[in-house]
T-cell receptor
Framework: QKEVEQNSGPLSVPEGAIASLNCTYS??????FFWYRQYSGKSPELIMS????GDKEDGRFTAQLNKASQYVSLLIRDSQPSDSATYLC??????????FGKGTRLHILP | DAGVIQSPRHEVTEMGQEVTLRCKPI?????LFWYRQTMMRGLELLIYFNNNVPIDDSGMPEDRFSAKMPNASFSTLKIQPSEPRDSAVYFCASSSGLLNTGELFFGEGSRLTVL
């Protein structure tokens, strides 16, 4: 059974600090990795995708991938109250499925 | 573009009734996914289609669930008969280009409550 694991949180971070979200996955041959943000009562929206080992930066967001450790992370710099949401880690499997972790609730403290 | 359109947004029904959820993907997208989201189980993949063909339905919980995609612009997810444990938010998402590398665009979801 392919799985994506995340700490459910809540993760509380002071405004302006760095929020660090982590994810592990079980399928060694996965090639694509995504972070989605979901506000309460809304649908998920893509914020980052990463396909190769290393870091990928987009504005205040940095995704990090380590395939050897089967580990993906998301860093949010200069956290804002508007970043308070649930962050879903998603993994693309070899058979073209995209499966999600249960998400980490992030709360930015003003 | 209007985005992925789902209907109904909310459905309340009684146990044993048939439920049909509908989805219109983004025009030009060739992949369509049905997910179910609950607090306990998170976002579960039920079935996905590529070019209107079901590729993998191993996530469909049981025979009470069925999904169709008769054409590129319409898909349905049917539950017959419905049970209280089917209560969840059902999301439809579509994607363009290669599977597994494209962004999923989600509809607003259909919140189902089975009494």
């Amino acid at each position: 059974q392919k799985e994506v694991e995340q700490n459910s949180g809540p993760l509380s971070v002071p405004e302006g600090a760095i929020a660090s979200l982590n994810c592990t996955y079980s399928d060694r041959v996965s090639q694509s990795f995504f972070w989605y943000r979901q506000y309460s009562g809304k649908s998920p929206e893509l914020i980052m995708s990463i396909y190769s080992n290393g870091d990928k930066e987009d504005g205040r967001f940095t995704a990090q991938l380590n395939k050897a450790s089967q580990y993906v992370s998301l860093l949010i710099r200069d956290s804002q109250p508007s970043d308070s949401a649930t962050y879903l880690c998603a993994v693309g499997l070899r058979d073209d499925k995209i499966i999600f972790g249960k998400g980490t609730r992030l709360h930015i403290l003003p | 573009d209007a985005g992925v359109i789902q209907s109904p947004r909310h459905e309340v029904t009684e146990m044993g009734q048939e439920v049909t959820l509908r989805c219109k993907p983004i025009s030009g997208h060739n992949s369509l996914f049905w997910y179910r989201q609950t607090m306990m189980r998170g976002l579960e993949l039920l079935i996905y289609f590529n070019n209107n063909v079901p590729i993998d339905d191993s996530g469909m919980p049981e025979d009470r669930f069925s999904a169709k995609m008769p054409n590129a612009s319409f898909s349905t997810l049917k539950i017959q008969p419905s049970e209280p444990r089917d209560s969840a938010v059902y999301f439809c998402a579509s994607s363009s280009g290669l599977l597994n590398t494209g962004e999923l665009f989600f509809g607003e979801g259909s919140r189902l409550t089975v009494l």
